[in-house]
Antibody
Framework: EVQLVESGGGLVQPGGSLRLSCAAS????????MSWVRQAPGKGLEWVAN????????YYVDSVKGRFTISRDNAKNSLYLQMNSLRAEDTAVYYC???????????WGKGTTVTVSS | SYVLTQPPSVSVAPGKTARITCGGN??????VHWYQQKPGQAPVLVIY???DRPSGIPERFSGSNSGNTATLTISRVEAGDEADYYC?????????FGGGTKLTVL
């Protein structure tokens, strides 16, 4: 079964850091671009970042540039999001998603919740 | 980033046709993907490349894209179609989502 499972969310103070992980199974992880997408409480979807199959290309939404870093370990079938200098507006459910060759994001995890609050 | 504009809400009676629009500058020249999201669940891809359906998505779901507007059409609407719908485009090394449309089945 094709599956993505996120972990690492939690409560963190403003200015703090958190590292999210996404474990992939049921498909050849190294063959796909991967993305992080977030959804603030009661709000719409917001793309955060994505990464090419070999990690050589990475793109970010402007609001997280310089604070978040996307990475992957193809040997471990895992995607990561290192989040530093967190702000209240980063509070959201963070989803890991598979990018199907430019045809949209065809597999999504259930999400992990990040809350930034003092 | 590329701006996508969706109506906040659309209402339709069961059995009728719902049309959800997604506006963007010359969006007809881009590939548009559509997602359905039900409360408490992750999004599900329902249309890709403007009008293609992933396996498992009913034929009632269709899409079109021309000029400055892309449209998701749901025929013979069912109660189970009630959800939020989002359009998405990849442009200039950035993904963009529309603000979402809440489909209410009356």
């Amino acid at each position: 079964e094709v599956q993505l499972v996120e972990s690492g969310g939690g409560l963190v103070q403003p200015g703090g850091s958190l590292r999210l992980s996404c474990a992939a199974s049921g498909f050849t992880f190294s063959s796909y671009w991967m993305s992080w997408v977030r959804q603030a409480p009661g709000k719409g979807l917001e793309w955060v970042a994505n990464i090419k199959q070999d990690g050589s290309e990475k793109y970010y939404v402007d609001s997280v540039k310089g604070r978040f870093t996307i990475s992957r370990d193809n040997a471990k079938n895992s995607l990561y999001l290192q989040m530093n200098s967190l702000r209240a507006e980063d509070t959201a459910v963070y989803y890991c998603a598979r990018d199907y060759y430019g045809s949209g994001k065809d597999v999504w995890g259930k999400g992990t919740t990040v809350t930034v609050s003092s | 980033s590329y701006v996508l504009t969706q109506p906040p809400s659309v209402s339709v009676a069961p059995g009728k046709t719902a049309r959800i629009t997604c506006g963007g500058n010359n969006i007809g020249s881009k590939s548009v993907h559509w997602y359905q999201q039900k409360p408490g669940q992750a999004p599900v891809l329902v249309i890709y490349y403007d009008s293609d359906r992933p396996s498992g998505i009913p034929e009632r779901f269709s899409g079109s894209n021309s000029g400055n507007t892309a449209t998701l059409t749901i025929s013979r609407v069912e109660a189970g179609d009630e959800a939020d719908y989002y359009c998405q485009v990849w442009d200039s090394s950035s993904d963009s989502f529309g603000g979402g449309t809440k489909l209410t089945v009356l």
